[in-house]
């Protein structure tokens, strides 16, 4: 793997630091591609900047562990990662916006196409080409965002004007209630997905993101796309999340203050200190991705940070740039100026702050803000 170059400023400057473990990152893919039969193709949804972690670093180091195939959402990073692995397979998945068939065709790049319109703009390029080029085909199975329904998927499939000039790569679909495997959509999106594609079966298909992967060889088909699983998320709500952590987020601790008890913290005066405190104010906001829904209030907890080993309870309402910390509790030698306090990462699980924030680690992560210092290393 090469070498980090040096952050372009001195580290001491940064309000605080984003450390990715590539090796833990190809280490998940290699997991997760040993759950799959051997038949099955292991891909990698890389989209939103690799869930906020950097495309051209994860592309690079899930490429080295042996994947090959990438889901990408928008064109503009479908191009940029083809400069980068000219050999991979890459697919787009928010499909052929209009007039954009040319930039796919020239950089080799799949669109993942979902409506009557795109097949047929698809199929008029293959046409005017003289050649088969690859698309997949993406059939709705329940969720209602993109896809072809299943009467619009059989119609087309028999209709030789638009798959006649090519054949589908990949016919996919997605599912909706992966995270909850005991929800009765699994099993409906499953059978229909079963049954539409039961006639085709020249064609290879894909139905498993990270959940799907881990709900069992049913779920698998040709080829699986697992995304925040890879990036150290918790893709089953139930199941404990055995993924390797592959980023920590840090922040510098600004000052130390004491607080008296019935004095309150923060912007709308929201959290009052029931006994005299101790407060590590941090240089890391909303603006850094630190969710703005973890704030915490008399009313409500909010979300923590880890000190040494010592949980550290958000005091008041998240800033953009600051973060008050209650470290009361936490020895006076961890607490040194300047020193990083963990916000996010091995000991601060995004999913557990994600229940605060009432959101999704996947929020956690494609939010992370670009004003900190990024670092690829291992996070040991
Ligand atoms: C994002 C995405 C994935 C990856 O999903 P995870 O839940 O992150 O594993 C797979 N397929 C599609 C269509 C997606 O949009």
Same mark, same amino acid.
């Given at each position: 793997?090469?070498?980090?170059?040096?952050?372009?400023?001195?580290?001491?400057?940064?309000?605080?630091?984003?450390?990715?473990?590539?090796?833990?990152?190809?280490?998940?893919?290699?997991?997760?591609?040993?759950?799959?039969?051997?038949?099955?193709?292991?891909?990698? +949804?890389?989209?939103?900047? &690799?869930?906020?972690?950097?495309?051209?670093?994860?592309?690079?180091?899930?490429?080295? @562990?042996?994947?090959?195939?990438?889901? !990408? $959402?928008?064109?503009?990073?479908?191009?940029? %990662?083809?400069?980068?692995?000219?050999?991979?397979?890459?697919?787009?998945?928010?499909?052929?916006?209009?007039?954009?068939?040319?930039?796919?065709?020239?950089?080799?790049? =799949? /669109?993942?196409?979902?409506?009557? #319109?795109?097949?047929?703009?698809?199929?008029?390029?293959?046409?005017? &080409?003289?050649?088969?080029?690859?698309?997949?085909?993406?059939?709705?199975?329940?969720?209602?965002?993109?896809?072809?329904?299943? $009467?619009?998927?059989? @119609?087309?499939? +028999?209709?030789?004007?638009?798959?006649?000039?090519?054949?589908?790569?990949?016919?996919?679909?997605?599912?909706? #209630?992966?995270? !909850?495997?005991?929800?009765?959509?699994?099993?409906?999106?499953?059978?229909?997905?079963?049954?539409?594609?039961?006639?085709?079966?020249?064609?290879?298909?894909?139905?498993?993101?990270?959940?799907?992967?881990?709900?069992?060889?049913?779920?698998?088909?040709?080829?699986?796309?697992?995304?925040?699983?890879?990036?150290?998320?918790?893709?089953?709500?139930?199941?404990?999340?055995?993924?390797?952590?592959?980023?920590?987020?840090? +922040? =510098?601790?600004?000052?130390?203050?004491?607080?008296?008890?019935?004095?309150?913290?923060?912007?709308? @005066?929201?959290?009052?200190?029931?006994?005299?405190?101790?407060? &590590?104010?941090?240089?890391?906001?909303?603006?850094?991705?630190?969710?703005?829904? +973890?704030?915490?209030?008399?009313?409500?907890?909010?979300?923590?940070?880890?000190?040494?080993?010592?949980?550290?309870?958000?005091?008041?309402?998240?800033?953009?740039?600051?973060?008050?910390?209650?470290?009361?509790? !936490?020895?006076?030698?961890?607490?040194?100026?300047?020193?990083?306090?963990?916000? %996010?990462? /091995?000991? !601060? $699980? $995004?999913?557990?702050?994600?229940?605060?924030?009432?959101?999704?680690?996947?929020?956690?992560?494609?939010? %992370?803000?670009?004003?900190?210092?990024?670092?690829?290393?291992?996070?040991?």
């Amino acid at each position: 793997m090469s070498i980090p170059e040096p952050p372009p400023f001195p580290s001491d400057l940064y309000g605080g630091r984003l450390t990715i473990d590539l090796e833990a990152l190809a280490a998940n893919w290699t997991e997760l591609n040993g759950k799959v039969d051997s038949r099955t193709e292991c891909a990698a +949804a890389i989209k939103a900047d &690799a869930y906020g972690l950097g495309q051209e670093r994860a592309g690079q180091a899930l490429f080295e @562990a042996g994947c090959r195939t990438f889901f !990408v $959402a928008v064109a503009t990073e479908a191009i940029a %990662l083809r400069a980068q692995l000219p050999q991979a397979v890459i697919y787009v998945l928010n499909g052929l916006f209009p007039g954009t068939e040319d930039h796919f065709v020239r950089h080799h790049i =799949r /669109p993942v196409l979902g409506s009557f #319109c795109e097949l047929r703009d698809w199929a008029h390029i293959c046409k005017a &080409a003289g050649q088969n080029l690859p698309a997949a085909v993406h059939v709705d199975t329940g969720i209602h965002r993109l896809g072809l329904s299943p $009467a619009e998927f059989s @119609a087309a499939m +028999a209709d030789s004007d638009l798959l006649g000039p090519f054949v589908p790569s990949l016919v996919m679909s997605h599912l909706a #209630c992966g995270s !909850v495997p005991a929800h009765p959509m699994n099993r409906r999106q499953l059978d229909l997905f079963r049954e539409i594609t039961a006639p085709f079966p020249q064609i290879p298909r894909s139905l498993a993101n990270s959940a799907g992967i881990l709900m069992g060889s049913d779920f698998h088909f040709d080829l699986v796309r697992p995304g925040i699983a890879l990036y150290g998320g918790q893709a089953i709500d139930t199941q404990a999340n055995t993924m390797r952590p592959v980023a920590r987020v840090e +922040a =510098r601790i600004m000052l130390v203050r004491d607080v008296p008890e019935g004095d309150t913290i923060g912007y709308g @005066a929201r959290q009052t200190a029931t006994r005299p405190l101790r407060n &590590a104010v941090v240089s890391a906001g909303y603006a850094d991705g630190m969710l703005r829904r +973890a704030s915490s209030s008399d009313e409500r907890p909010g979300g923590f940070a880890m000190i040494g080993g010592y949980r550290a309870p958000i005091l008041g309402c998240i800033s953009m740039d600051m973060i008050t910390l209650d470290v009361t509790d !936490v020895p006076q030698e961890l607490l040194q100026r300047g020193a990083l306090v963990e916000m %996010l990462g /091995p000991n !601060v $699980a $995004a999913s557990d702050l994600a229940a605060y924030a009432e959101t999704i680690d996947y929020e956690y992560l494609t939010s %992370l803000g670009r004003r900190f210092e990024r670092v690829y290393a291992p996070l040991t």
